[in-house]
């Protein structure tokens, strides 16, 4: 099983990259970066993996909105160049305040604009050109618009959990990217739904990479350093409960709050926890918030995960 890490977006490059150096080492494939409103994803990838040979990027994931895929393309086409082939490119549909307050534009027909991003760019990524007129995009390519070393195409994945996300990302997506689905609402919900979508569409069954919260610490029924963490989870996961994309996930994992799929404790709980994620149908796990606890407990979490990886 790939197992990997995202990581932060707070510190400087140099001290990025020797966090992803420092993941490579401890047995983990990947590294993957958020994309907000501070660092290009994309270049960041790139300069990662191309510091950190061996170790696959990934972007998870850069909302379409406000972007169109002649640059989106550019950027992971070169990021793909710049790592020898080691490069993931993950979109997302954003959400409708951050969408609105930062660039100004309404969060309209999101499903639509997935549908005519991802049709618009999949030639680009596997040809360099494309000419897709749309109700909400127009994409051509009056000069050529290939990579050289983008090679091979650059997978897609896209941050899907909804019905009708899950649909598109199964017709025109290499996979998905779920956040907080905790192993119920995989194993009944999206990998059944992306994977049905995928099969009319004659496509392979798509990658199921699951990003999910975690660190390992003591006993999470015992220590109050678990607890301490536990608190610190749900401080900083409430942040998600206020967009209605992961309300239905989060209670259709059969929890209350995020920070109930936070994977907290020992490594033998933390390795149960990786364990369902894979029987629900992940193909590939990313532990994300793993400095939510001390820089000791960071360390124990990246050697369990790098264990699990080659074991």
Do not use: C
Request: proline share 7%; aromatic share 6%.
């Amino acid at each position: 099983m790939t197992i990997g890490a995202a990581l932060p977006l707070h510190n400087g490059i140099d001290a990025t990259v020797q966090l992803a150096r420092e993941a490579h080492e401890a047995g983990l494939r990947s590294a993957w970066f958020g994309q907000t409103f501070t660092y290009d994803s994309p270049s960041l990838a790139a300069i990662v993996g191309r510091e950190v040979p061996g170790l696959h990027v990934g972007t998870a994931a850069i909302p379409v909105f406000g972007r169109h895929p002649l640059i989106v393309s550019s950027q992971a086409q070169t990021a793909q160049a710049a790592t020898a082939g080691r490069y993931h490119l993950g979109l997302a549909l954003g959400t409708k305040q951050l969408t609105e307050a930062g660039f100004g534009i309404p969060h309209d027909r999101p499903i639509r604009l997935l549908r005519e991003f991802l049709t618009a760019l999949r030639p680009l990524l596997e040809t360099g050109s494309t000419d897709f007129r749309g109700e909400l995009l127009s994409a051509g390519t009056p000069l050529p618009a290939a990579v050289p070393g983008a090679e091979p195409p650059v997978p897609v994945l896209v941050a899907a959990m909804g019905p009708q996300a899950l649909r598109v990302s199964g017709e025109l997506a290499d996979g998905i990217l779920p956040y907080l689905a905790g192993p119920r609402a995989l194993a009944e919900h999206i990998v059944p739904a992306v994977n049905a979508a995928a099969e009319a569409a004659g496509r392979p069954a798509p990658r199921i990479v699951a990003f999910v919260p975690g660190v390992v610490t003591a006993d999470a029924d015992a220590d109050a350093d678990a607890d301490a963490v536990r608190r610190t989870a749900t401080d900083s996961l409430a942040f998600y409960e206020r967009f209605p994309s992961y309300q239905p996930v989060i209670e259709l994992s059969g929890a209350t709050r995020a920070a109930d799929l936070a994977l907290i404790g020992d490594e033998e709980t933390v390795a149960a926890g990786v364990r369902r994620y894979r029987e629900a149908g992940a193909k590939e796990v990313v532990f994300t918030a793993t400095d939510l606890g001390s820089e000791a407990d960071r360390h124990r979490t990246w050697k369990l995960l790098g264990e699990l990886a080659t074991g």
